[in-house]
């Protein structure tokens, strides 16, 4: 099983509202990762969890807030965003940091 | 700071030709991965391939061939007969050991959109 789910799959929300993003993974991979994607462009690193503790932030700011509960699964609080940040959120798994990642369909966020 | 060069933006192919996607890459170290994604318009980014910087021998998989090149910095990716399916972004991605213990981060180039027309 080499599946990574995401939900939702899209997702509509407000300035002030506050919202997750979820991220399943069973293939016993160690690191997961969360990107942030616009349109024509590469997914761009947000955060990187390694045996479920943080291990790189890439200066994401304060309104995206990642979660790794547990081996398995991945969450990223969303808080009092801009409309810039509408994008395609990706999430994505590999056995050790570095190595390839899978990735999920992941979720079409749009801010208004 | 390791960086990754795709320098065609678009490309078109006609079905049954063959297309080379080129990918360079800049990194200091020795040792570094390097991979090939594919996202179709649905979004999802599919692995293709990975490649040890210490193993230039070139690979085939069916209708995909990759050449991995440490002179000149370069892992080409080649579609033989290519198929409508094949319309996509392809991604060239390079991993870097940033500290000990393992390699951390991955760095994407700007992505090749393959469209193969019928």
């Known amino acids: 099983d080499t599946e990574v789910t995401q939900t939702p799959k899209h997702l509509v929300m407000g300035m002030t509202n506050k919202k997750s993003l979820k991220c399943e993974q069973h293939?016993?991979?160690?690191?997961m990762y969360w990107y942030k994607q616009k349109a024509k462009k590469p997914p761009e690193l947000m955060f990187v969890y390694s045996y479920e503790k943080l291990s790189i932030n890439e200066s994401v700011p304060s309104r995206f807030s990642p979660e790794c509960p547990n081996s398995s699964l991945l969450n990223l609080h969303l808080h009092a965003l801009q409309p810039e940040d509408s994008a395609l959120y990706l999430c994505?798994?590999?056995?050790?940091?570095?190595?390839?990642?899978?990735f999920g369909p992941g979720t079409r966020l749009t801010v208004t | 700071a390791q960086k990754v060069t795709q320098a065609q933006t678009e490309i078109s192919v006609v079905e049954k030709e063959d297309v080379t996607l080129d990918c360079v890459y800049e990194t200091r170290d020795t040792t570094y991965y390097l991979f090939w994604y594919k996202q179709p318009p649905s979004g999802e980014l599919v692995f293709l391939i990975r490649?040890?910087?210490?193993?230039?021998q070139n690979e085939i998989s069916g209708r995909y061939s990759w050449n991995f090149q440490k002179s000149t910095s370069s892992f080409n990716f080649t579609i033989t007969a290519s198929q409508v399916v094949d319309s996509a972004v392809y991604f060239c991605?390079?991993?870097?050991?940033?500290?000990?213990?393992?390699?951390?981060?991955?760095?994407f180039g700007t992505g090749t959109k393959l469209q193969v027309i019928p």
């Open positions: 991605a390079l991993s870097e050991l940033m500290n000990s213990g393992g390699y951390q981060k991955v760095t």
């Open positions: 293939m016993g991979h160690r690191a």
């Open positions: 490649r040890n910087s210490f193993d230039e």
């Open positions: 994505a798994s590999s056995l050790i940091t570095g190595a390839e990642q899978y």
